[in-house]
Structures are given as structure tokens and as C-alpha cells.
């Protein structure tokens, strides 16, 4: 069982730029929403309330502004700051503290994940999730640009990072579950080429020692990865589709606290009075 998430939301966004001279990477709009909504609804939807934010020292108080302690969504957020960008398992140094020995989940705040059945699988993997490692893949055209798993066998496989020659499709996506060990394998790592501690590294040490689960993410759900300006276009495109088509929202966090109870209809009101006049306010009030 999983109780905690962390959502990791530094870095430089050097391949959005201008634009991230002046903002976090993860509050550029996704269609009608800031990019990081998107994955803290997936940590909502799979029931974590205590929630850790890494950002960069300058965009801290902007994610307060929008996002606060986490109170008005019935959540708890707290925040720690990454002065600078050092990989992925850093996130698990500074958040020693805030998971404390218990099991954790990281989600990238520019990954997007939907899927009708997506929130049913994540909620029972999460149940079942004791001790180890847990990632999940999902079939890309592009796959040197991510980590790969590469099966020799059925049921034998190794993971690379960005292969030049690709021995398979399955990339590894932003989304992993890691037991209460993780800070103490992520401190023991050596840093990289790239002078940053790497994920598919952190990763290796459970699949050494025979604790690593893979699932695969099918036909039914789509990941994105919003690495630059045109995937958040494409992105933005698929949500706006899917919205208008269907009148919902997608990653709409006010939406998923009311309906799971997180939140009153008082304090859904509130955040309503706090966006002002706009589409997403209307949304929220015909919930009411």
C-alpha cells in the first residue's frame, strides 16, 4: 500500500524555453490547465492525500498561490526546493524526511496519463504494492528517446537508457512505486555522463536484487510526455478533443476532490470564487 506521492517538478525546461526563464516548466497551460494538475489528479484518483512538491527555489511561491498547502483539495502539500537539477533520485534524497520508511509514489509533474480503466488499475496496484519496485511501460515510436526495458527472455529483461539502437518499444514512463529502501539506494548512487543521478540506475539495484515489477500500460491509456513545445501543443489538442466531445474535464482536481468527498461543496464554492469568471469556474459550478 501506498500513502505518500511525490511529484517532481524542478528542472530548468530549457527545451520550452523562452518561456521557462520566467516560469516553472509545469505551469505552462495544458489546454485549459497548468501541466502539473494533471499529474497531481493522478495521485488524487489513486487515493494519496500526503503529497510532496519538488520545485526550484524561484517557483515555489507560485505553486503556493495556485495550489497552497493542498487544504483546499482535502490533501496535505508540502514543498521542498532543488536548487538545481541533479536526476531523478534526487527527489528521494530531499524527500527523506517526508517519506520517512513508508512506500512512496513519484509521478513527473510534465507527464500526462489518461485512460478510461487507468485509475482502476493504478488503484489496485497501489493495493497490492508491498515491498520493491514497481514501473510502468508503454509502447512508443520514439524509443531512444526514453529508458527501455529490453526483454531477452519472457520473463528476462534489462532496462536502457535512451539506447541508440533500440531493441524494443516499451519505454518507461514517469510513474513509479518504490518501497520504504529507496532514499538509502538512491544516496549510494553514482552520478552519470550527463553529471546527474539517473533513474534507470536507481532502478537496476531492485531489478539486482529480483524486487522489480513491470506493467504494461495498453491500448486503453495514453501517456504523453510534454519534453517540448510541440508535444504540449499535441497534448493540449488531445485534452481540448476529448473535453469538448465528452463535457468533462480531464485532470480537473477540484472535480475529483468533491466527488471522492475530499473537499465540501463550501469549499468547492471557494475555489470558484478564487478562479474568478472563466470556463474552468463554470465547469466546477455545474457540479454544485
Request: charged share 25%; glycine share 6%; with cysteine.
Amino acid at each position: 500500500m501506498i500513502k505518500k506521492g511525490i511529484i517532481l517538478a524542478g528542472g530548468n525546461g530549457t527545451r520550452v524555453g523562452p518561456v521557462t526563464k520566467s516560469v516553472s516548466k509545469q505551469l505552462i497551460p495544458l489546454f485549459d490547465k497548468p501541466i502539473i494538475f494533471y499529474s497531481l489528479s493522478i495521485l488524487m484518483l489513486m487515493n494519496i492525500k500526503k503529497i510532496l512538491i519538488i520545485t526550484r527555489p524561484e517557483d515555489v511561491q507560485l505553486y503556493k498561490k495556485i495550489l497552497n498547502d493542498g487544504s483546499d483539495f482535502g490533501i496535505e502539500i508540502k514543498y521542498e526546493i532543488q536548487s538545481s537539477p541533479r536526476g531523478l533520485p534526487d527527489a528521494f534524497i530531499l524527500g527523506e524526511s517526508f517519506i520517512k520508511n513508508q512506500n512512496v509514489a513519484l509521478i513527473l509533474g510534465d507527464n500526462f496519463f489518461h485512460g478510461q480503466s487507468l485509475t482502476e488499475i493504478l488503484k489496485l496496484e497501489i493495493k497490492k504494492f508491498n515491498s520493491g519496485a514497481q514501473i510502468f511501460t508503454y509502447p512508443v515510436k520514439n524509443p531512444q528517446d526514453y529508458g527501455v526495458v529490453e526483454y531477452k527472455k519472457k520473463n528476462k529483461f534489462y532496462l536502457v537508457e535512451k539506447p541508440k539502437k533500440p531493441k524494443s518499444n516499451n519505454a518507461i514512463t514517469g510513474l513509479y512505486f518504490f518501497d520504504k529502501n529507496v532514499s538509502n539506494y538512491s544516496k549510494k548512487l553514482k552520478k552519470s555522463k550527463r553529471n546527474e543521478l539517473e533513474i534507470v540506475d536507481l532502478i537496476n539495484q531492485y531489478l539486482k536484487n529480483k524486487k522489480l515489477k513491470i506493467y504494461s500500460l495498453g491500448r486503453g491509456s495514453s501517456w504523453l510526455d510534454t519534453g517540448n513545445c510541440e508535444d504540449i501543443l499535441k497534448a493540449s489538442n488531445y485534452i481540448n478533443i476529448l473535453e469538448n466531445r465528452q463535457n468533462l474535464k480531464i485532470g480537473c482536481i477540484e472535480e475529483i476532490a468533491y466527488k471522492k468527498k475530499f473537499i465540501s461543496k463550501f469549499q468547492l464554492k471557494k475555489r470558484i470564487k478564487f478562479y474568478g469568471k472563466c470556463s474552468y469556474s463554470d465547469y466546477l459550478s455545474k457540479l454544485i
